[in-house]
């Protein structure tokens, strides 16, 4: 054997023998899935959001706008950059049954079905929500049923929009630090953060005075987001030796920096930080401070899936020891 079959053949089969990054999902077309997944998470949570804050008739505007503006992350953001990364974007049809039973055994194709059932629910409900909040159906007790139904029926497709990719991360056992029922939680839940400090920024275009509800929300979330955060770590600390490696290249290896700034301080301390000082003060943030807080929001919503997708490590198909 020559040096240079010997080395290709050692490339080739290296995987086998040690823990190896993917690279599938967050280098070259992957950094697709990194973006389709980051607008999946602030447009899922900015549009259950706004479902709960178009029950109060003082925020139908700023609901019916935050709706709208998540819809669009979805429709013109997160699908086509999903289906663009499978290749064949015009043949998203065939994810759909009775053309192909893909669903069943493909959480990327259930994907696919959930977003695009999401997106024809939550149109008709933001007609309807316009209707209402424009008040060309504020007496109509049909309009506002009608509303209300398919504000259930979107709402159940946008969470499943939400966590299906954390599903779909989480049954790859061959990558222990997303094999874990925690992620699709963690995914949830950081997109209602997120979508919570984005409908701050659309009250601020409106008018209508949500700030003070959704920074309340806001304080609670975070406190929420940071201790899952840290449990889910230390979880993946303890499942096994190669995620643990993905732990330690997190928080301390080439990573850390995504982690400890971006989503630490930017997106959990800074914003939380702001919030506390108006709370405190008794005074809101003012414009500029707010908009900083959302920008430091939205990095460390980035810097999440980034962080998330790049630390992922396969398990050696032939481990010296099971603890691997």
Excluded at 13 to 35: N, S, T, Y
Excluded at 74 to 95: D, E, N, Q, S, T
Excluded at 142 to 168: E, H, K, P, Q, R
Excluded at 188 to 208: H, Q, W
Aim: hydrophobic share 55%; with cysteine.
């Amino acid at each position: 054997m020559n040096i240079r079959t010997a080395r290709q053949w050692m490339v080739t089969h290296e995987w086998m023998v040690k823990p190896m990054a993917q690279a599938e999902w967050i280098q070259g077309k992957g950094v697709l899935v990194w973006l389709a997944e980051v607008f999946s998470a602030l447009g899922t949570g900015l549009y259950l959001v706004s479902v709960f804050f178009a029950l109060k008739e003082d925020f139908a505007i700023t609901a019916f706008w935050a709706g709208i503006f998540g819809w669009i992350m979805i429709a013109v953001f997160k699908l086509p950059l999903h289906l663009a990364y499978l290749g064949k974007p015009w043949r998203f049809w065939r994810a759909f049954p009775p053309f192909s039973n893909a669903w069943r055994t493909s959480w990327f194709s259930r994907g696919v079905v959930f977003t695009m059932i999401y997106l024809g629910f939550a149109a008709v409900q933001l007609i309807l929500q316009g209707l209402v909040a424009y008040g060309r159906a504020a007496f109509d007790s049909g309009v506002m049923d009608a509303n209300y139904a398919f504000m259930v029926l979107a709402g159940i497709f946008c969470v499943m929009t939400s966590i299906y990719c954390g599903f779909a991360m989480s049954y790859c056992k061959s990558v222990p630090f997303w094999n874990t029922g925690l992620l699709p939680i963690v995914f949830l839940l950081m997109g209602i953060a997120d979508g919570l400090a984005l409908i701050m920024g659309v009250g601020l275009v409106t008018g209508e005075d949500v700030i003070a509800t959704a920074e309340s929300a806001t304080r609670i979330m975070l406190i929420i987001n940071a201790l899952l955060i840290v449990a889910y770590l230390v979880n993946a600390n303890y499942q096994s030796i190669t995620a643990e490696l993905s732990v330690k290249e997190l928080i301390v290896g080439h990573l850390a920096w995504v982690f400890w700034l971006g989503i630490v301080i930017l997106g959990i301390i800074v914003p939380f930080a702001i919030s506390v000082a108006s709370y405190f003060t008794g005074k809101e943030a003012t414009a500029g401070l707010l908009v900083f807080a959302i920008v430091c929001h939205t990095i460390g919503a980035f810097s999440l899936k980034y962080g998330v997708l790049k630390v992922g490590i396969y398990r050696p198909l032939l481990p010296r020891t099971q603890a691997y």
